[in-house]
């Protein structure tokens, strides 16, 4: 049976550093349309750190948590992953692969698809590559010093990011598995973050 959706997701604290990359390299480079040329200066104007630093991004998380992040196109990069299961598929079946596994769940995803065998192939990833790959600015570095240094900041953004742990079943950051107060949220959380989304296996 062929699924309405499918997705790929990956672990949520690798992806909001990857997404916090790409948003200082949106805002940060070249401006590719009209949003990026206004927003740009703007948005660098509400740090006091340099990019490319710990401070930086404990900033960032900080802007999130205060609401003074939302109003940047850009922060489409760094929304949960739950959203594509509420989105316009909502409510419909989705399947979902793991990049963290992802030549088995492509493979996966091909047989559940009925893709004849003779018609199935392999995955190019040198389509994938992007300028932040490498990490232009040292951003993704930066954000992972500041969260090995601070169990408090893992726990704020654990807590932006909790719809995406409970969703697809990845485990929480140690230091915010034994925060009592995170721990009860998740609770609560449980009863409306939809998990029904089927494992690619």
């Known amino acids: ?10 672990d949520p604290v690798a992806r909001f550093i990857s997404g916090y990359t790409e948003v200082e390299w949106r805002y940060g480079a070249e401006p ?5 040329r206004r927003q740009g200066p703007v948005f660098q104007k509400r740090f006091k750190h340099a990019r ?15 609401g003074e992040m939302q109003t940047f196109s850009e922060m489409f990069h760094i929304k949960p992953q739950v959203v594509r299961m509420v989105g316009p598929l ?31 192939a392999e995955f190019d990833f040198s389509l994938c590559r992007h300028e932040t790959s490498n990490d232009p600015f040292g951003t993704a570095e930066a954000a992972r010093a500041a969260l090995k240094a601070d169990p408090d900041l893992q726990v704020a953004l654990c807590a932006i990011l ?19 107060e995170l721990r009860a949220l998740a609770d609560l959380s449980r009863h409306w973050i939809p998990t029904d989304a089927e494992d690619l296996a």
């Open 162 to 180: 909790l719809p995406d742990f409970l969703a697809y079943g990845y485990a929480l950051p140690e230091a915010c598995e034994n925060n009592t």
């Open 32 to 36: 590719a349309n009209e949003a990026q």
């Open 52 to 66: 490319g630093t710990p401070e930086r991004f404990r900033e960032f998380v900080a802007g999130l948590v205060e």
């Open 90 to 120: 909502g409510g419909q079946p989705m399947v979902v692969g793991r990049l963290e596994d992802f030549p088995r769940s492509w493979r996966a995803l091909q047989a559940h698809l009925d893709i004849p065998p003779d018609a199935r």
């Open 1 to 10: 049976m062929w699924p309405q959706g499918f997705t790929f997701v990956r």
